[in-house]
């Protein structure tokens, strides 16, 4: 094909005004898991006019699934492919502490997580290859997906024909990275973002006087025994050459201090980057709290909430990304991670359904930079013509080659 080195560059930066603009205003205007009536507002008045064929109301009534056919040589024959480009748009329940103009103005939220960012992005791609339809032998189609924050709100899509009509045979997802600076891009393939599931324990004792413990079972006693005893599922029950986490990151029990409680609740999370450690984890962590407080005259009641499961990036797929983004920016600013994350991402419903890749952009102007979920974090208006390019070459490349020999 011929050689794209400017068009999308050129591109890109005559809409980029325009995209910042958008980001910012969706940095202020904050919105939570299938909240984001507004932000699905602003994401439709921006498709209009694109020639797209547009579904709204999906995932709960905020999602929005955009089709680009494409008008290239090969875009109607029976070989033609469709690939899917994902953008989360909700943001997070946390107080903003970034002093920027365009800062939150709803209390209580922000977009600390870059969201505002990659539906940014995501927009911007949908703009540019909207405009070179002669690029594209095939189909993109453009998610934008409520509610990754806890809500789920990729499976609602993908459970609603996202990636069905057409059918896609790749989907690719960009995600800020705060530990990396503006113009990096990173994969990991294979595991790359792990299973995270809900834990919930309710430790019955007996409740009593302070003064008399012989007289009650203290579930506070019993709740430290099960802290402590969880820490040895990790250590004790998991290959060492494998990964899990198992965090108690709430406390719960009693109301004075001379009284013992009935009871004690806690709640946390367990992280795994294979299924069969996962089940493995789950059933070690309800026989290790059940049996602890039975050793110690008590009871538990244990509820693990299945979260979203293991993001698994393709290996062809994430050969693809990298050598893709080598071609964009250079091989000196794109990397592959040596790591996964223990961190939960549920555009892992779209690679259980295609395979594809979850790629990391990097948002760092400085170091240290905030993180993710910090309340100073702030996505780097540097990084929307990064992402925006590298949406814009992967939908193209693959669609004229697939993955390649690999494919």
């Avoid at 290239?72 to 690939?83: I, T, Y």
């Amino acid at each position: 094909m011929p050689d794209t080195a400017r068009l999308w560059p050129d591109a890109i930066q005559a809409e980029l005004p325009k995209l910042v603009e958008i980001r910012h205003h969706l940095h202020a205007h904050p919105e939570l898991a299938f909240q984001e009536f507004e932000t699905s507002k602003l994401v439709l008045r921006e498709l209009q006019n694109l020639g797209l064929e547009i579904r709204s109301g999906m995932a709960k009534g905020t999602g929005i699934v955009a089709v680009l056919r494409g008008k290239g040589p090969g875009a109607n024959s029976r070989e033609a492919k469709a690939v899917a480009l994902r953008g989360d748009m909700d943001a997070l329940p946390i107080v903003e502490e970034t002093g920027l103009n365009y800062a939150s103005t709803v209390p209580g939220r922000m977009h600390a997580c870059g969201h505002d960012g990659h539906t940014t992005m995501l927009l911007g791609a949908a703009k540019v290859l909207a405009r070179h339809p002669e690029r594209l032998n095939g189909t993109v189609v453009f998610c934008f997906q409520p509610a990754e924050e806890g809500g789920g709100g990729g499976r609602y899509l993908v459970e609603e024909g996202a990636l069905d009509n057409p059918a896609c045979s790749a989907a690719f997802a960009l995600h800020g990275f705060p530990s990396m600076p503006v113009g990096h891009v990173a994969v990991r393939p294979g595991p790359a973002q792990a299973a995270s599931d809900g834990l919930h324990i309710v430790v019955h004792g007996v409740g009593g006087h302070g003064a008399a413990p012989h007289l009650a079972v203290d579930p506070i006693v019993l709740a430290a025994r099960v802290i402590e005893a969880l820490q040895g599922v990790v250590s004790r029950e998991v290959n060492p050459v494998e990964s899990a986490v198992v965090t108690i990151g709430a406390i719960h029990g009693g109301e004075a201090s001379n009284v013992i409680p009935q009871s004690v609740e806690l709640r946390g999370t367990i992280r795994t980057l294979k299924d069969d450690i996962r089940r493995k984890v789950h059933e070690a962590v309800k026989r290790t709290v059940e049996h602890t407080c039975l050793a110690g005259g008590g009871r538990a009641d244990v509820t693990i909430r299945d979260g979203y499961p293991v993001v698994v990036n393709d290996l062809a797929a994430s050969a693809f990304a990298l050598d893709t983004a080598r071609g964009a920016f250079g091989a000196e600013r794109v990397h592959e991670l040596p790591l996964p994350s223990m961190g939960g991402e549920d555009f892992a419903y779209f690679l259980r359904k295609v395979p594809g890749a979850f790629i990391r952009v990097g948002v760092a102007t400085r170091q240290p930079y905030p993180g993710l979920h910090h309340p100073a974090f702030d996505f780097s208006d540097g990084a929307i013509p990064v992402g925006v390019e590298l949406f814009c070459r992967l939908a193209e490349r693959y669609l004229a080659e697939g993955f390649g020999a690999a494919d």
